[in-house]
């Protein structure tokens, strides 16, 4: 080899001879003498992982370069010298020393034009094959004396073989290729011999740990092989071995057409030959179809499509493997030619490159120029990973960017002079422009939006970023569930093509929403749970950008709304529907059309109208959360809508139960009395008869149950009878009269303001008439306690202390939260409501306006009373809607806060809380001015 070197490695190479010559004299003089100096000095020069090795053993330059040093060897010649180093001693070092040494001899067949490129990958595959099988050899030999032989049922011996994929079954290993491999063994019925006796399975696996193990190990004496099992069935979540049975099921049952074209390259390469000639026979249905499979084009396509993203995402310079025009290019086109054709032309079915070029050009499948233009590229694509790779002996595929490490390059590649990188790059891009324009015409251009799915984790990490994700390994956990499902799931190749394609407008989408992660989690989670899988669920989205939109803006919003759809995914119908969310109608309306559905549908049970109920109530909670956070719909409405929800819920219960017919009544307290509920609010209530309510417990009980039970279909409310006589320990129902002369006789003033709440539900018509005038009249027409400002002032600071536990963020309890306000108005009604019956509402907001009408309470006071309660109420309920919690506490921990505050419309949780602050103030002093003067 004879090559005009620039200036730079002209002045190495003389520094090499000098080094040369100091390491070991004799061997300088040997090469001088053999008159291969100056090839051995240009080789190491150009390749300092090679001349690491030589200085590392310097008697292996004359063992090299003696005759027949240099010459190719096959298989049979590498088993003959590992077969000695197998009865020897420190049998792993000695094939790693092996390996090594015949690798740098290769490397200096290949360096020195000793051979064209094909037969030096096939000698590469060829050292790989028998170092692969002397160090299965040795490994089997030391499990047998712990297990003994696997054998089956009937006593023979089970076989075992490793398969050879990627480049090492293609016969076309680089220089420092990692070796693709997938294990298989007869069968999983039956054990070892002992002395340990195990079964099969077990043994296999031990097997196939060590000798991966034992090929991939690093010591001072280098490695092997970096062994790659990701192609087998289920990638790394699968078994490291399966037997042959399992194989066959597997890809007759979940294969994708990316392990088709991996299977091509199948080839046994050591162990049993029969079984791996087996394993071949098994696969071929799966890999070569009967019929023209043109199918496989489009899914090609999506797998070329990830890599491209995935080759951007990493990549510092050009990747002569996965970039554009590059080797990828071209076995792809090879294997989808082999893919659609090999079914019938049994010719094709050909694991190497070239050879199958070759095949499928003599089949009149491939053209004499695209032919010419794949394989002249192929050759020099192929030489040129492999000069990359021997600088430094590292698996590498890209250009460098360095401008002495490609005049390396290219002077590698056989270029001379004092600029030859510009000859090379030249020669390269014309080679990549053809390939990519073969390429092109057998798979349509790709979407560069499409790619984003299958960018590296780094890459993709950025883009993450940019939309405004936080948490950004959780964020990656959902995209690789949503792109290729949970573990042992298997979406087909056209499911993930529809979700690269989705995956660009769900970014765009998330990206307005108050938090992408949470959008993220809860996509994933309801495209788990769909029943007719996530084909068709992607389809509908990319079909429904307007329902993308919306259900991606609730999922990152509201965890209690995305819980809900999650739960119900049936509810994604009206998500579609424009008129849904203004379809509001009134309580006898909706308590009608209830009855219509159910009477449509023949449900005539107890239990079947029980879940039409639940049902019912799931599609109204979505319609008010939706108005909640979409349409500006008012805190009023939404309690409104709320409230008027559970009236419906109650009186279809009470009537379906057959309460109808009873003397009784239901009365509503607290925020459903006042038509104030909102998301996670309890029903407080109480019974009244007008005899003994003994006999009608069990009925009060089941509907109660019927409330509050967790079924199937979820909980219609939660039920809170707390506030009857004597609280839990009270009886269930009370008679009107026994009801009364308790409010009379022992009723304390907090049971007394509570009562001013009491609004009527359901029941015998007279009997809540009379009970509401009744309550209402002991309420306000009862004289007062002289110090009832007093006692109202005690009995907050009493629930403070006890229920806000110096909690100063409980927006209920905390000094200045809303019990504060709702203690003011309730005093102002007790003290006023005897005189004037108008402010006898049993809305705070409604009370509170009457009092304003009535010249009780001065604009000011109205105007503070009411925006500090809107605003609460408005925190709270925003608060119960985003976390899907009861909880009326406003988040410390930073990130929580800021998603709340954005959500109500601050660009910072230090916002809100300011504002928080000077609304709690103002209320407390306002109370205490009131109470305490």
């Known amino acids: 080899m004879r090559l005009k070197l620039s200036s730079f490695f002209q002045a ?140 089956d049922s009937l006593g023979n011996r089970v076989p075992f073989s490793v398969i050879g994929l990627g480049k090492l079954g293609g016969l076309e290993l680089n220089f420092d290729s990692d070796v693709d491999l997938i294990y298989v063994y007869g069968t999983e019925k039956g054990k070892t011999t002992g002395p340990r006796v195990v079964e099969n399975h077990h043994y296999f696996v031990r097997l196939c740990e060590s000798l991966t193990t034992a090929l991939s190990a690093i010591t001072p004496q280098g490695q092997m092989y970096k062994v790659d099992l990701r ?38 390469v050591a162990g049993d030959g029969g079984l791996g000639r087996a394993f071949l026979e098994t696969i071929r249905p799966f890999v070569y179809r009967k019929y023209l499979d043109f199918k496989s084009l489009e899914e090609i396509r999506e797998l070329k499509l990830k890599i491209d993203a995935q080759a951007r995402g990493k990549a510092r310079g050009y990747d002569v493997k996965l970039g554009y025009g590059g080797i990828r290019e071209i076995e792809f086109v090879t294997q989808a030619i082999q893919l659609i054709y090999g079914g019938r032309e049994s010719w094709i079915r050909e694991p190497n490159t070239l050879r199958a070029l070759h095949r499928i050009l003599g089949k009149g499948l491939l053209s004499q120029v695209d032919y010419h233009a794949l394989t002249e590229a192929y050759l020099f694509l192929r030489k040129l990973e492999n000069r990359l790779q021997m600088v430094e002996c590292l698996q590498t595929h890209t250009i460098p960017a360095k401008v002495l490490e490609r005049e390396r390059l290219a002077h590698m590649m056989g270029y001379g002079g004092d600029d030859p990188w510009s000859r090379l790059a030249a020669d390269l891009e014309r080679r990549r422009v053809k390939v990519r324009s073969v390429f092109e015409r057998f798979f349509s251009p790709v979407k560069e939006e499409e790619e984003l799915v299958y960018l590296e984790d780094e890459e993709l990490e950025r883009v993450l970023v940019a939309h405004g994700f936080r948490d950004l390994s959780r964020a990656m956990r959902n995209i690789k569930t949503l792109a290729e ?103 006898e309306e909706m308590e009608e059309e209830l009855e219509k559905e159910v009477e449509s549908k023949g449900i005539h049970s107890f239990g079947g109208k029980l879940d039409e109920l639940r ?131 022992s009723a304390q003033l907090w049971e007394r303001q509570a009562m001013v709440k009491v609004r009527p539900i359901v029941g015998e018509p007279s009997l809540l008439k009379e009970a509401v005038d009744a309550i209402q009249e002991r309420v306000y027409q009862r004289p007062l306690p002289p110090d009832m400002a007093l006692k109202v002032w005690d009995m907050r600071l009493r629930m403070e202390r006890e229920l806000a536990s110096g909690d100063l963020y409980h927006i209920k309890y905390s000094p200045g939260g809303l019990v504060d306000l709702e203690f003011l108005v309730q005093y102002w009604q007790l003290l006023w409501g005897r005189d004037h019956p108008q402010v006898r509402r049993t809305s705070t907001l409604g009370a509170l306006a009457r009092m304003l009408l009535l010249g009780l309470i001065d604009r000011d006071v109205y105007k503070g009373v009411r925006e500090g309660y809107l605003f609460l109420r408005r925190v709270e309920n925003r608060l119960r809607v985003m976390y899907d919690v009861p909880s009326s506490t406003i988040p410390r921990a930073k990130k929580e806060r800021d998603l709340l505050a954005r959500s109500l419309g601050f660009s910072k949780g230090e916002e809100l809380i300011e504002v928080y602050k000077d609304v709690t103030r103002g209320n407390r002093r306002l109370l205490k001015g009131v109470l305490v003067g």
């Open 12 to 151: 190495e190479k003389e520094r090499c001879e000098k080094e040369l010559k100091s390491l070991s004299p004799s061997a300088h003089t040997f090469l001088l003498e053999k008159g291969v100096l100056e090839d051995f000095l240009l080789v190491v020069t150009l390749s300092p992982c090679l001349k690491r090795r030589f200085w590392g053993h310097p008697s292996w330059i004359q063992e090299i370069f003696s005759p027949g040093g240099l010459s190719p060897r096959r298989w049979e010649d590498h088993w003959k010298a590992l077969q000695e180093i197998l009865e020897g001693a420190d049998v792993l070092e000695a094939l790693r020393v092996y390996k090594q040494r015949e690798h740098l001899r290769i490397g200096m067949r290949d360096l020195l034009s000793l051979g064209d490129l094909p037969s030096m990958l096939e000698e590469l595959s060829r050292l790989a094959d028998a170092v692969i099988e002397a160090t299965f050899r040795w490994v089997e030999k030391g499990l047998q004396e712990a297990y003994g032989v696997p054998t």
């Open 231 to 268: 192609l087998r069935p289920e990638g790394n979540r699968g078994d490291i071995v399966l037997p042959l049975r399992s194989y066959e099921i597997y890809y007759e049952s979940w294969g994708e057409t990316w392990e088709r074209a991996a299977l091509i390259k199948a080839r046994p």
């Open 485 to 587: 499902g949970k573990a042992f799931e298997h979406p087909s190749p056209e499911t993930k093509g529809l979700f690269s394609r989705l995956f660009p407008l769900l970014l765009e989408a998330v990206s307005k929403t108050v938090s992408p992660d949470w959008a993220l989690d809860h996509l994933e989670a309801l495209a788990s749970v769909q029943s007719e899988g996530r084909r068709t669920f992607y389809a509908f989205l990319l079909e429904n950008r307007g329902v993308l939109d919306l259900l991606l803006r609730i999922f990152g919003s509201s965890a209690y709304l995305a819980h809900h759809l999650i739960a119900h995914p049936e509810l994604m119908d009206y998500l579609a529907d424009p008129a849904f969310l203004y379809s509001l109608s009134s309580l």
């Open 615 to 745: 049902k019912w109530k799931h599609r109204e909670i979505l319609r008010i959360g939706m108005g909640d956070l979409f349409a500006g719909f008012s805190i009023q409405k939404i309690t409104h809508m709320w409230t008027k929800v559970a009236d419906v819920v109650v009186r279809r219960l009470w009537v379906w139960s057959g309460m109808g017919e009873f003397p009784l009544c239901l009365l509503a307290l607290g925020k459903w009395g006042g038509r104030e509920l909102t998301y996670h609010s309890d029903l407080d209530m109480i019974f009244l008869s007008l005899g003994g309510g003994e006999s009608f417990n069990t009925s009060v009980v089941n509907l109660v149950r019927a409330l509050s039970s967790v079924t199937g279909e979820g909980t219609l409310f939660k039920v809170d009878l707390r506030l009857r006589p004597h609280g839990s320990h009270g009886e269930m129902i009370h008679p009107l009269k026994d009801f009364l002369r308790y409010m009379e006789k």
